[in-house]
């Protein structure tokens, strides 16, 4: 009987000091699960647009935090939109310092390329946020963004409703719409397959400000916004001229319009980003020209706010808080070693006087399953 005492008893004990072995590696394997995750988000310049995609990659990442997770961004942008250099020297910064994940909203998408591809070499994930194209010849984690020739499509169909055209926003004929629903392509498209372009009483004068000339994303807009307004001969194009993205060079652009074409012979002007929209309705306003509507690209707080103001006539929304909440979210699931969307689709849509209230201050993100994330986290 003793002999099989002691036996039972070296038998736990051998098991005691196996299990004793063995916790502090469990422990750490769990300490370690969750790691200080750091991610680098650059965009073109440090204006509006941008200032407000950057808020919700800091939201987001306040939002992991509550829930346990050290997630930091350091955000680094050039000082101006056409300083292409400069945004790639801020990602070949990026990879020096070993960030985990780098979110990028290109300048201009070849000048970025040959950093995509380094980033690419060492192993970090790239996030692209404000194109779903997949760009050839390197590996992106997960585009976020929507179709820039689309957004141009819808700001078109906008431009004709203001000139005449059925719709939300001019003297046309009104359509109703219910709370909630999206302008997008879809619903324009549909609305205005019922109608003969060349019968409809759409007509007016109006001006471009695009955003850099020949410029890839300003090419695509362009395209996409006369695509539309070219199917309607009394839509009259006096002038298009570049601001680079940028608000003071679109009031310089503005100024020359009003110069040129006198009171009463301009009805609207299209700008291809809201920075530029804005310096062009403040100009406006200034010379005492609030005839003119203004039309626009983008969404932030300050040109919702004017929407709703009857400042600017409408825009066609851009996404920039899905573009930080979900650029967090989609970067610490590479970081931890899960899937991610390979095309995150926003889905570009009008916002005016009767639905400004849907994008801001509460923009409608879902969100974010993190206790998830961390369920189903990989330790590598």
Not at 252 to 263: A, G, M
Request: charge should be positive; proline fraction near 6%.
């Amino acid at each position: 009987m003793k002999t099989k005492i002691v036996k039972i008893m070296g038998i736990l004990l051998t098991l005691a000091l196996i299990l004793t072995s063995i916790y502090p590696i469990v422990g750490t394997a769990a300490e370690n699960k969750f790691p200080k995750i750091t991610i680098g988000w650059t965009p073109p310049d440090i204006t509006g647009v941008f200032k407000t995609a950057t808020d919700y990659f800091e939201k987001a990442a306040a939002d992991a935090r509550k829930h346990g997770m050290d997630v930091t961004i350091v955000s680094q942008a050039p000082e101006a939109h056409t300083m292409f250099a400069k945004q790639v020297a801020i990602i070949e910064d990026f990879i020096q310092r070993g960030v985990d994940v780098i979110a990028i909203s290109p300048i201009e998408v070849e000048v970025v390329k040959p950093a995509i591809k380094r980033a690419n070499e060492v192993g970090i994930p790239v996030i692209i946020v404000n194109l779903l194209k997949p760009i050839k010849g390197v590996k992106v984690a997960s585009y976020i963004g929507f179709d820039n020739y689309d957004a141009g499509v819808i700001s078109g169909y906008a431009m004709v409703d203001y000139l005449g055209g059925p719709g939300v926003l001019g003297e046309g004929p009104k359509v109703k719409v219910e709370p909630g629903t999206y302008l997008d392509k879809k619903w324009w498209k549909n609305l205005y397959s019922k109608y003969d372009p060349k019968k409809l009483n759409v007509k007016g004068n109006i001006c471009i400000i695009e955003g850099i000339a020949g410029g890839f994303f300003s090419t695509l807009r362009l395209r996409g916004f006369h695509s539309v307004i070219d199917k309607f001969p009394g839509i009259k194009v006096l002038s298009t001229q570049p601001a680079d993205w940028n608000r003071q060079k679109a009031v310089k652009v503005t100024e020359d319009f009003l110069q040129r074409y006198p009171k009463g012979q301009i009805d609207a002007i299209w700008a291809a980003s809201n920075e530029m929209g804005l310096g062009a309705m403040y100009t406006c306003e200034t010379h005492n020209r609030t005839e003119i509507g203004i039309l626009t690209n983008d969404g932030t707080p300050e040109s919702v706010q004017r929407i709703r103001e009857g400042r600017l006539i409408a825009e066609t929304w851009h996404g920039f808080p899905e573009w930080g909440w979900y650029g967090t979210e989609f970067a610490v699931c590479k970081a931890l070693g899960l899937e991610v969307p390979q095309i995150f689709d926003i889905r570009p849509r009008t916002e005016y006087i009767g639905n400004a209230d849907e994008f801001y201050p509460r923009p409608k993100l879902a969100p974010i399953p993190w206790e998830l994330i961390k369920a189903n986290a990989k330790v590598k």
